[in-house]
């Protein structure tokens, strides 16, 4: 642990619109997802070819509606998947206080405290009001009115980002 002081303390409180905006970045899909994706096109194909007596315009029509149901229906499940995931993490978070060190955060939020060391961050993002910070505990959300303005918030993602880099190196 780092003697002295901190180099900045964040303070501020995590609202579900903040976790919403980790939970929208693109990633891989997880293992039933991709399950499900098979298993749909194997339903789809089974049913064309159960109807394959049927004429060609009621076919590709009934085949066509049924791929449109099924899509808006994963949709409306993905979306409310999601905005149940981000309501859980700012509840579980609520209140945070980081302090950033040289070598570690101390993040104290109200389901306990942990010590983050840089060499443990997986990686720092940046988006327009957010840094994301991703490690094995899983992401720490810093919004961007935790900081002074835009530019601060660049920077602190930026120096976590090298000191991160520089710590595995």
Known sequence: MSAGAP???LRFSLTPADALAYERLPGELSGWAKACLVISLA????????VEDWPAAWRYGVTALLVLAWLVAVMTIRTVLMHRRAKALAARDGNVEIEEWYDHLAIRT???????AVETIGKVLGGEGHVFILHHGGPTIVPLRAF???EAMRAFGEALERRSADAVA
């Open 43 to 50: 339903a789809v194909g089974g049913f064309y070819g159960f």
């Open 7 to 9: 180099l900045s303390i």
């Open 148 to 150: 002074e303005d835009a």
């Open 110 to 116: 109200a389901s306990g405290t942990r010590v983050l």
